[in-house]
């Protein structure tokens, strides 16, 4: 039975308790033996150590980022969108909108979907959303999936806000990756952006497109087809290059303007 004052703590006395008891004195410590000429043998051993727990590390850097990629790309459309897929439809909320109280990405094509949405992405209508099918009405389109606590990433979108001006006739969207209102909103007003920005909270959109890295940059024609794919480190040079072959290709396909024909007097 336990008193009162029991913490939970005691144990059964080990032979050190026993001598306490008997006031006899600890005996005194045993320095380690050490082998002759054994100079170096710690370094080595403490070298071989650190190499194990750097190998351990990486290994769990590996497994955790297999694992996120297996259960993002593991939803709704495992493949990696590339050059001569088609770009899936999606309606995205924006950053810089109104918040919705339901805000994951909608990305089915047509509706009653499950976890990619109840109704076609393309026939959401609100203030709030951007909508991939409206962007591409209006001409080409560049995607970028970003990361706001990526440097690289969030450069690549400055890249893209500065480089947009040079080709208006080609659309372009943000989107971060796992991001939510709140903090997507802070990020596009420090850095000055003027492009629309949405936002992935979930990693739906992510997932079914199947971005590998970021940034992740798809330049996408308007019928919807995608030209181009980028991902990982993409320089200034590779988004303006893009841009303009989508711009050009789109100047390419712009019906021609003629002279109207001046109609013939009657009975000539």
């Not at 070298?47 to 990486?58: E, P």
């Not at 955790?64 to 990696?80: A, D, E, P």
């Not at 209006?138 to 440097?151: I, Q, R």
């Amino acid at each position: 039975m336990t008193t009162g004052d029991d913490d939970g703590l005691d144990f059964a006395p080990d032979e050190r308790d026993q001598r306490e008891a008997a006031g006899v004195p600890d005996p005194a410590p045993v320095p380690p033996s050490r082998p002759a000429h054994d100079d170096g043998v710690v370094d080595v051993a403490r070298s071989t150590g650190n190499r194990w727990w750097l190998a351990i590390a990486v290994l769990v850097v590996v497994i955790v980022g297999g694992s996120l990629l297996t259960f993002y790309n593991g939803r709704s459309g495992s493949t990696t969108v590339g050059p001569g897929d088609s770009l899936p439809p999606f309606a995205a909320p924006l950053a810089t909108a109104p918040k919705l109280e339901h805000d994951a990405v909608n990305y089915a094509a047509e509706g009653d979907e499950g976890e990619a949405g109840r109704v076609p992405a393309c026939s959401v209508a609100n203030r709030s959303v951007v909508t991939s099918c409206r962007l591409l009405d209006e001409g080409p389109l560049v995607l970028m999936m970003f990361a706001t606590g990526v440097d690289e990433c969030v450069r690549a979108v400055d890249d893209l806000n500065r480089i947009r001006g040079s080709y208006p006739a080609v659309r372009t969207l943000a989107v971060a990756i796992g991001g939510e209102h709140g903090k997507t909103a802070t990020t596009v007003r420090n850095r000055r952006w003027t492009l629309p920005v949405a936002y992935d909270r979930d990693g739906g959109l992510s997932a079914r497109i199947g971005a590998p890295a970021c940034p992740f940059v798809l330049f996408v024609a308007p019928d919807g087809t995608v030209r181009q794919r980028l991902f990982g480190s993409v320089t200034a040079d590779e988004l303006d290059r893009g841009m303009r072959e989508l711009a050009d290709e789109r100047a390419r396909q712009a019906p021609t303007a003629t002279t109207p024909r001046t109609p013939s007097a009657p009975g000539r």
